[in-house]
């Protein structure tokens, strides 16, 4: 089954606490992830493993790391990819910390987004 932590798979037990945590009922929540109802229940109940896609859908879905759902770390708020990004380094501007994981994610696509713009634009001007 899914990953023990003291004898205990943490998956079922994570995915059911988050679900309460958003007053979903077992169908609402297969519902929104597009997954039957008898499905999502087996993944609480850790009768069955979600897929690597699904795994990474429910973290989206739930706002946590894979590594949280699993039981291998026990913040659920992962570590911003910017701050594991080392060609991109704005965590230290002004502000940027006091953004929701969310927000910081935005930035982080829009500066990629400008250095790919960049980048088309130097190109088409050696043309």
């Known amino acids: 089954m899914g990953i023990k932590k003291g004898g205990i798979v943490l998956l079922g037990i994570r995915l ?3 679900r ?3 007053r979903l009922t077992q169908e609402e929540t297969a519902k ?4 039957s109802r008898g499905t999502y229940a087996h993944y609480e109940i850790d009768k069955r493993q ?3 896609v699904t795994l990474e859908k429910l973290a989206d879905f739930f706002g946590v790391s894979i590594d949280y759902l699993l039981g ?3 913040d659920p708020h992962p570590l911003p990819q910017l701050l594991r990004d080392p060609s991109i380094n704005i965590s230290a501007y002004e502000g940027y910390q006091d953004l929701s994981p969310k927000e910081q994610e ?3 696509e829009q500066v990629r987004h400008t250095i ?4 088309e634009l130097k190109e088409k001007n050696k043309q």
């Open 16 to 18: 059911k606490q988050l």
């Open 20 to 22: 309460q945590q958003k």
């Open 32 to 35: 929104l992830l597009n997954i």
């Open 50 to 52: 979600p897929d690597f």
């Open 72 to 74: 291998r770390v026990d």
């Open 106 to 108: 935005i930035v982080k």
């Open 116 to 119: 790919k713009m960049l980048k």
